[in-house]
């Protein structure tokens, strides 16, 4: 049967390793109807904003800005938190708090108009949005896949480390997740999995019919 009025609709978080492909996934359950809140997207939008570029540019100086100082060098501010914790957590006072009110005010969006939610939030436990979450997606991948992932992104070989070190052990991630998704593999065959979760929630109620 479907949800009821009365039941908020389903809220879907992602998690696992740095360079996993959870956006990949997370696209996938968009596919299905499901409304993608990308907290990358947010970040980026948030770290735009001209009070934050001036916050991050008096903790960390012009070289984290481009050579325009409009924008923010992505690339270099990276290198500057993910080797110092101090530094990533002034980062974080800086823009977590903006970024989480962003994300709420989606959240609160889709259930007002009644529709289910994918969490594409890198930080998911660690920002304790899961606590939002009816069901916790593991995105699995092989250490080496996410390794050449990360090199074509241009990282260095110890910043996929660097970055993972900032972040819950990813069998702290498993153990506290719903369902597990194998991204290993082609495209599809992740897409196989979402559609039969999907299925099984729709016929539990939990989702509307298509």
Excluded: N
Excluded at 10 to 16: D, E, R
Excluded at 19 to 37: D, M, P, Q, V
Excluded at 145 to 165: F, I, Q, S
């Amino acid at each position: 049967m479907p949800p009821s009025d009365s039941e908020p609709p389903l809220i879907v978080g992602l998690c696992g390793g740095v360079a996993s492909g959870k956006s990949t996934i997370a696209r996938l359950f968009e596919e299905h109807g499901l409304e993608r809140i990308d907290a990358d997207a947010i970040a980026r939008a948030v770290s735009a904003e001209p009070a934050v570029l001036q916050a991050i540019e008096a903790r960390f100086g012009r070289a984290a800005l481009d050579p325009a100082g409009t924008a923010l060098d992505r690339a270099a501010l990276g290198r500057l938190v993910f080797a110092d914790a101090a530094a990533r957590r002034d980062l974080e006072a800086i823009t977590h708090p903006r970024i989480r009110v962003r994300i709420e005010a989606a959240l609160a969006a889709a259930r007002a108009s009644g529709r289910p939610v994918v969490l594409d939030v890198p930080l998911l436990f660690e920002g304790g949005l899961w606590e939002r979450c009816d069901e916790i997606g593991f995105v699995d991948v092989p250490d080496a896949v996410r390794g050449a992932r990360a090199a074509a992104r241009g990282w260095d070989a110890g910043e996929l480390a660097r970055r993972e070190a900032a972040q819950l052990p990813l069998a702290v991630k498993r153990s506290r997740s719903t369902f597990i998704i194998s991204a290993a593999g082609p495209v599809e065959y992740s897409r196989r999995q979402v559609a039969r979760l999907i299925a099984s929630w729709r016929a539990a109620g939990r989702l509307p019919g298509r």
